[in-house]
């Protein structure tokens, strides 16, 4: 009988122990999961942010009544629609002044990285949906500003400035016909110059002037300048001249002009800052484009091809410049007196003008017919002294087809209009 009362009291024993263990994992999990739902408005935000909620916990009082967001009854802001809504935040406008002076269409603005913005800084991001931290989110909720088209840079894009306007632009492209033009004068007579792909300036300031301050650059020549810098090495005659010509532009602005977020351009466009302003010190700066515009669809250019750099600098141009004028945009071979010239005004490329990927007498076609209506100045024979006595004319080779010229002018300035400027202006 003892062994038997001996048996049942042992049994009993580990049952109670068993009992026991249950009963403190069970409170250990009821305090880890107290632990774990207090914490939940932190984990579902990014790292960089959770340290600023810890250090900006908000008042009730902050929160307006027309809040798009909630609290609990710990107090804890329910975070999931919180970054739900500021994703759907959008600038159509960036402004550089606070009284919204000067402002940008937000899908066709050049954004310059400022001199004190470290390479490594540089993200190039074409995202007009700038993401607010919690403070600047209840601020705009509570005045009102968080659906605002204008958007200022310097608060939302602090590390990024836009161009100037300015009064009168130039933009000179590289076809021959500026060989012994002796347009260089005029060209830096302008208040902002822009220039195309790194085309070489020295040893032809004459007919191409010395001034730059944006240089315009596509797919193409980014990954020139990527190979010649990172897989050359830096006695490589190809090294050495990609940086010398960087060099010469100075402090100007190096604009990159599509989309970044293709072939890798972002990260190309990161490398090539590093080198250029870290490795070798150059005050060269860095921009790119808010987002990729059809600039095609703006300008009605022929379906299923692309425009060139040349015209897509022009589109970007009219949101900061008043007066424009085109220099070497002539894709042909001769000129109108027939005399045969190169491609290039510094060396005799061989390309289609009119092509699968660009059709650049298309291009001429629309922008002879702005120049005729007064809406951009364009350049085709020589320069004189005085840009003032430049006269409208159009000067045409004779394979040119003028009647592709009358037919896009027809389409904005009646028929009558369209043969008095043709007969007046078009040689």
């Not at 060989?179 to 300031?205: E, K, W």
Request: charged share 25%; proline share 3%; aromatic share 10%.
């Amino acid at each position: 009988m003892s062994l038997l009362n001996g048996k049942l009291f042992s049994k009993n024993t580990s049952k109670q122990k068993m009992l026991n263990q249950l009963f403190g994992a069970l409170i250990l999990g009821v305090i880890s999961l107290g632990i774990f739902c207090s914490s939940m408005h932190l984990r579902t935000y990014p790292p960089k942010i959770k340290q600023k909620i810890k250090m900006q916990k908000p008042s009730r009082t902050h929160l307006h009544k027309s809040a798009h967001i909630t609290q609990n009854k710990w107090g804890s802001i329910n975070s999931t629609k919180f970054l739900d809504y500021t994703k759907n935040k959008r600038c159509f406008f960036l402004c550089d002044t606070e009284d919204n002076n000067n402002c940008f269409d937000a899908e066709e603005t050049v954004l310059v990285y400022k001199n004190d913005v470290w390479p490594r800084k540089m993200r190039f991001m074409q995202e007009i949906r700038p993401r607010l931290n919690q403070r600047t989110y209840l601020e705009e909720e509570q005045y009102g500003t968080l659906d605002g088209v204008h958007c200022n840079i310097s608060i939302y894009y602090p590390e990024l400035r836009t161009l100037h306007q300015s009064k009168t632009c130039a933009i000179v492209g590289a076809s021959g016909q500026l060989i012994n033009s002796g347009c260089g004068p005029q060209i830096d007579a302008h208040d902002f110059v822009i220039r195309a792909n790194l085309a070489p300036i020295m040893n032809y300031t004459k007919d191409v002037g010395n001034k730059v301050n944006l240089t315009g650059i596509n797919f193409n020549k980014l990954e020139t300048i990527f190979k010649n810098l990172v897989d050359k090495t830096s006695d490589d005659p190809e090294h050495v001249d990609m940086v010398e010509n960087i060099r010469y532009l100075n402090d100007s602005v190096l604009w990159f002009t599509k989309a970044t977020t293709a072939r890798h351009a972002a990260e190309k466009l990161k490398v090539i800052a590093s080198i250029l302003k870290t490795g070798y010190k150059l005050p060269i700066q860095m921009a790119y484009i808010m987002r990729s515009s059809s600039v095609e669809r703006r300008f009605h250019l022929k379906k299923g091809v692309y425009a060139s750099t040349g015209m897509n600098i022009f589109a970007f141009a009219r949101t900061f410049c008043q007066n424009i004028t085109l220099y070497g945009f002539y894709p042909f071979d001769e000129n109108h007196h027939r005399t045969p010239i190169w491609r290039h005004y510094f060396e005799n490329a061989t390309f289609n003008f009119q092509s699968q990927q660009h059709d650049m007498v298309h291009e001429f076609t629309k922008l002879s017919a702005m120049h005729l209506r007064g809406e951009v100045t364009m350049v085709t024979d020589k320069c004189s002294m005085n840009e003032k006595d430049q006269t409208r004319h159009i000067h045409v080779p004779k394979s040119f087809n003028k009647t592709l010229l009358a037919r896009e002018l027809q389409l904005t300035v009646g028929k009558e209009e369209m043969k008095s400027l043709m007969e007046k202006y078009v040689n």
